[in-house]
């Protein structure tokens, strides 16, 4: 049973946003707050759930709601995983193990990025529950293959490759505010230091929290890796489908393929064994201008015909989001900015407060909708625009 959390006083995602956004610096906060270029995909990953409507069973009498499901066989008692968010010691200290710690409180899967702040044994060390490592190639094949030997000693339970980042998006907040010399504690040339005086508990632990140089699950000539241009490093590193044997083969257990965003990729990752994918276009941090996920989820709920898994993130603000994706075939979603927006604002305790905040949400919503478990939750309890389905196989 996860913790109970009396504060911080949240009733939404919001107001944890706004809970984030006071604690932090600007360059801190826009980067869990922005998204690429015009952050159109950013806006419309949210604004795509207003379109898709409830159908609710009257009259039905709901006194408990199971929100437990599986996922690639593990056990989770709510149909949510907190999404790989790299630099999260920016905005609390130890930020990966507070969010592994808060997801495992809550029975649920924490899924750590290798841009990471913390070691991947000391994240696994922090949660009671289950973990992911998501998998990029900075520092080429070797480099890789020695975080997999790691993350397969540690105990992680699947491997998450993201194929949607061959380069960085264009994050023009985080070109403005500073954010790379930050992360690099480049002070010489950092012309915001005001943004930071102006926080000073956020700048004390920030300063506190050793570690934040580097990449310690790089490892590169037996050192970690310091901070770098991270996208000049994707660049050199960019994953392919012809990748995906040796990935396979080096890990030895269920690979998830994060970044679809077609049919036609869903049907090949598919063919390349992934276990499951992840319907993702980054949060809106990539390419600007592509759809919304939830909007491309029923034309890859089509592609893969029950073949693998599909999860979904994206735009998650609420647990009424939580329950449109699952009604539209998603076994269970992943929450990204949400538990960012609660760990800048608290730490554990924020991250705990937004995942309490979403169960809440889906059990009310359950509620309401007639439906006692996630498991009888399907397209008939939807309304889906008619343009998303139009060019679906019939």
């Not at 169960?359 to 625009?385: E, F, H, N, Q």
Request: contains cysteine; proline residues 4%; glycine residues 10%.
């Amino acid at each position: 049973m996860p913790k109970s959390v009396a504060s911080p006083h949240a009733v939404n995602i919001e107001d944890l946003r706004a809970m984030a956004r006071r604690r932090l610096p600007r360059m801190a906060f826009d980067y869990i707050d922005g998204g690429a270029d015009r952050e159109w995909t950013l806006r419309e990953n949210c604004r795509a759930y207003e379109q898709v409507l409830f159908r609710p069973r009257s009259a039905v009498a709901t006194k408990s709601c199971d929100l437990g499901t599986t996922v690639l066989g593990i056990n989770i008692d709510i149909p949510f995983l907190l999404a790989p968010v790299g630099s999260s010691r920016m905005f609390y200290p130890r930020g990966e193990e507070r969010a592994a710690s808060a997801a495992g409180d809550a029975g649920t899967i924490y899924t750590l990025s290798t841009l990471s702040g913390c070691r991947l044994e000391d994240v696994k060390a922090a949660t009671s529950g289950d973990a992911w490592y998501q998998l990029y190639l900075v520092g080429g094949r070797d480099v890789a293959n020695g975080a997999i030997n790691r993350a397969k000693a540690a105990g992680y339970k699947a491997l998450v490759v993201t194929i949607d980042t061959p380069v960085a998006g264009q994050r023009e907040r985080d070109s403005r505010n500073g954010v790379k010399e930050l992360l690099a504690r480049n002070l010489s040339t950092v012309p915001y230091l005001g943004q930071m005086l102006a926080r000073p508990s956020w700048l004390y632990s920030y300063f506190n929290d050793g570690g934040l140089m580097n990449f310690p699950n790089i490892v590169i000539g037996g050192e970690a890796m310091g901070y770098a241009d991270v996208g000049a490093a994707l660049e050199q590193s960019m994953v392919s489908w012809d990748d995906f044997r040796w990935i396979r083969d080096a890990w030895g257990g269920p690979v998830v393929v994060k970044g679809v965003h077609t049919a036609d990729d869903a049907r090949r990752a598919v063919g390349e064994g992934a276990e499951a994918i992840v319907v993702s276009n980054h949060g809106g941090r990539q390419l600007d201008g592509v759809a919304p996920t939830i909007r491309v989820l029923p034309e890859v709920v089509a592609a893969v015909k029950g073949q693998t898994e599909i999860l979904l993130d994206g735009g998650i603000r609420r647990g009424s989001d939580v329950v449109k994706a699952l009604c539209m075939g998603a076994r269970a979603v992943l929450i990204g900015r949400a538990y960012a927006y609660g760990l800048g604002a608290a730490g554990e305790e924020g991250v705990a407060r937004a995942i309490e905040i979403l169960r809440s949400d889906i059990v009310r919503t359950m509620k309401l909708l007639g439906c006692a478990t996630v498991a009888d939750l399907d397209g008939s309890y939807v309304d889906v625009p008619a343009e998303w389905t139009a060019r679906l196989p019939r």
